[in-house]
Structure formats: C-alpha cells, structure tokens
C-alpha cells in the first residue's frame, strides 16, 4: 500500500477539517499537549459563525486558552480534571465536570460516553503508515478504537517515543498539519515552604524506592530534594522536569524495580523543550495507557513505592479535598486516590498527600476539624497515609480518630492549633 498516497488524500486544512464535523456531535481530546489547537481553533470559528451547535466537547489539563471554552452555547467542555480554563468555565456554568478517577477513563470512554469524533496532536508519520500519540498514552488508545473518527494533527515538534499508542493511516479519517510549539510550562517557583516539605518528605525516601510526583511545587521541590539518592524509580501518571533531572545526575537508574526494570514509566508529560528532547526516541522511557500506569495492583509490585501528591485542605478524619473549595470547581480526582492506595499495599510503601499549612495569606488552615462545605473527598480517611506540611509529617495510616486529630494539630500552623485542639475536644474527637 502506498501509505504517502493515502495520506495526501486524506489531509486537508484545520478548516477542512472542522467543516466534517457536525452539530450534535460528541467530540474527545486527550490530556494537555495532545489538544490540537488548530483544529479547536477552526472549531470555534465555526461555532461563532453559527454554523456548529450542541457539540460536547470532552478532555483534560488544558494548558492555555483556547475555542474550546469561548462559545459555550455552542460548543460545551466536558472537563475530566481541569487546567485553569476549565475551572474558570466550570465555576461560571460554562463547562460541565465528569467525576472520575484518572485509570477509569479508558473504560468510561468505551462504555458510557459516545464518540462521534477523537482529536488529537500526533507526530509525523513514519515509514509503515503509523502516528505516534508521543507524549500521552492516557486513554488514546482506548480513543483510537472507539471513536466513529479519528482526525489528526499532525506536528513536527511532538516528539516519537517508542510506547506511546500508535495508530495506522488507514485508521485515519482526516488529517491536518500544524508545527505549532507544543505547550511549554515554567518551571516550578519554589518558596521555602515547599523546600521545607519537600526536604520532609526526601528523608522518608529509601534508596531504590519507586517514585510517583503530581502535579505543583511540592511535589518539584521533592523531586530536586533527591538527587543524593541512589537507584531510585520512577512509575509516575506524570513525568515532571525533576525527574528528567534525577535521571541525568544518576540518582534514578530504574533497576531496582520488579517489573520495567530499566525503564522510565509514565503516562503522559508535558513541560519544558528539555524534557520533550528527552522523552524524543528515548527507548528508556515508556509512555503507556493510564489505565495499566495508574492501576493500584501494578503500583504495588513495586517495594518502597513513594507517591507525592498536593491538596487543599485535610480534616481530623484524615479525608483530603484536592479539587475544590468548598463548591467551588479546582480540579478533579485525576489519579491521586490510585497512588495512595497503590503506595500503601506497597512493601515498605508510603503515601504523602503535602500542602502549605495555611492559605488566603496566612488567614486560613489547611488541616480543619471538618472539611469545608460541600468540599469534595479526593481521598478517603481509610486511604490515607500521611500528610506532610512546613512543620513536619503527620502518620495517620493504622491511627485512631484522636491519634490523627492530635498529629494533625502537631503539623498546624502554631497559631492555629489552640483553636483547633479546642475543637477537637468540644467534638469528642480528642479523648
């Protein structure tokens, strides 16, 4: 077969492109840098000319703002874990929210949400007529099989890898190109809060334990806290500059693990050029379907498995809220909750679920008697392991009601804790 032929017919224009799809559709994207923003693009001009309605448009972590959230009459975003845009959408009745765990999506996708079309940002077809997916494995694959479409946007910069899902020309309903920059995010501001935490939490990592770092400055300020560590893993949902950075200076070399050993395991990633050049043909690096990365079963095989995750606030039963505040829409659940029960089945394994002690500049605790209104529980009381702040690490896994409430006022920010072993004791929690 004449896979270049076949190409050519099938590519057009983003405009093209977006002229196929139709009202009604239920459309899909992937996570951050796999959002084709010239096809979004050309979307959005379509809705605003009236030309596309009741189009759901479903995805995850957008990076930057883009049509997908400019005409909601028109076309309305399902977020499944929010970046900034979403949240903002979300909290003005603009978006709508899917409640999930991040390793559920694939199979939610095949079996309750129709997909009329899956869109996404793939690199340059090799010589056997395949697109790699490159820096997202997350659902992509469940997308290639289920979508009635599937339209391309076909990138220069989105580098190989050699795991990622890949899909085949003839798979393909259309086609665009656009070597547009994939998004590129700052590093990390890290204040001495998040250094203090982070260097808590690097004196509970064993050499040769496998790492897992969400998303935010504590779990960066962890990453670079450990580059004296030796034979270090990595399994992680993300893969984050400062893992990039373990790596190059030795203290992850992957052969202590059970399985991959060798081998940098990720799902999806997205950050700075330096990061995309490394994950580019790196046969080191697998980038595989969430719902194998982020399966708890899998996370524990591995002995001394460390997971690093951020949230907003914790109360004296040990539930963390991570993506809301009150009611007011943050993120989502993405894969925080798989980590902490995956961690702590792990041989020797460890949970840490790290935040500042206060927020609203200094006004407000973090660690509460009960969580705020209507704030959403990320991770349950009996899953949680331990909670780490500036002023030390709280062990609440295998503790009573009192025993966390009492090591969670001792992690407090000092001027709260008066108030909240007061509290504490009016509610017959500490006894």
């Known amino acids: 077969m004449d896979h270049r032929a076949e190409y050519e017919r ?4 983003p405009e093209g492109l977006a002229a196929m799809i139709e009202s009604g559709w239920s459309c899909v994207t992937d996570a951050a840098a796999s959002i084709p ?20 448009m479903h995805g995850l972590l957008d990076l930057k703002p883009s049509a997908m959230f400019a005409c909601p009459q028109a076309i309305l975003p399902v977020s499944w874990f929010s970046g900034k845009i979403a949240k903002a959408a979300a909290n003005r009745g603009e978006a709508d929210i899917m409640p999930c765990y991040y390793r559920d999506m694939p199979s939610l996708y095949r079996d309750y949400i129709p997909v009329d079309a899956f869109l996404t940002v793939v690199s340059p077809m090799d010589g056997e007529g395949y697109f790699s997916a490159g820096v997202t494995g997350s659902y992509s694959a ?7 479409r599937v339209f391309l946007e076909v990138n220069a910069n989105m580098p190989r890898t050699a795991t990622a899902p890949r899909i085949h020309i003839s798979q393909v309903t259309a086609l665009c190109e656009n070597d547009a920059p994939l998004p590129i995010v700052p590093p990390a501001e890290l204040d001495e809060v998040s250094r203090t935490i982070g260097g808590y939490i690097a004196q509970e990592v064993p050499d040769g334990a496998t790492l897992q770092l969400g998303i935010g400055n504590i779990p960066e300020a962890v990453g670079l806290a450990l580059k004296d560590k030796h034979d270090l893993g990595i399994h992680t949902e993300l893969l984050p500059d400062s893992m990039i950075e373990l790596v190059e200076c030795g203290a992850v070399t992957n052969m202590r693990k059970p399985i991959h050993r060798g081998k940098t395991v990720c799902t999806f990633t997205f950050g700075s050029e330096r990061l995309y050049r490394f994950v580019a043909d790196n046969p080191d690096v697998e980038i595989l379907p969430v719902d194998y990365v982020n399966d708890p079963a899998v996370i524990a095989r591995h002995p001394d ?30 894969g925080q909750s798989d980590y902490v029960r995956g961690a702590v089945q792990s041989p ?37 392991d331990c909670i ?34 007061a509290q504490a004791k009016a509610l017959h929690i500490i006894i």
């Open 348 to 384: 020797g394994g460890k949970s840490f679920i790290a935040f500042p002690s206060t927020a609203a500049g200094g006004t407000v605790s973090r660690i509460r008697p009960t969580l705020s209104p209507g704030a959403r529980v990320s991770t349950s009381k009996n899953d949680v």
């Open 10 to 13: 099938k590519k057009t224009t």
């Open 37 to 56: 923003p010239a096809i979004v693009e050309a979307m959005g001009r379509r809705a605003e000319a009236g030309e596309l309605t009741d189009i759901k």
């Open 305 to 334: 498995f460390i997971s690093v995750n951020g949230g907003l606030e914790v109360d004296f039963f040990g539930q963390v809220c991570a993506e809301s505040l009150g009611t007011a829409h943050v993120s989502g659940t993405g």
């Open 142 to 148: 469940a997308l290639f099989e289920k979508a009635r």
């Open 388 to 421: 780490a702040t500036e002023y030390g690490i709280a062990k609440l896994r295998g503790r009573t009601l009192s025993q966390r409430a009492k090591a969670l006022i001792a992690i407090a920010h000092p001027k709260f804790r008066e108030e909240l072993t």
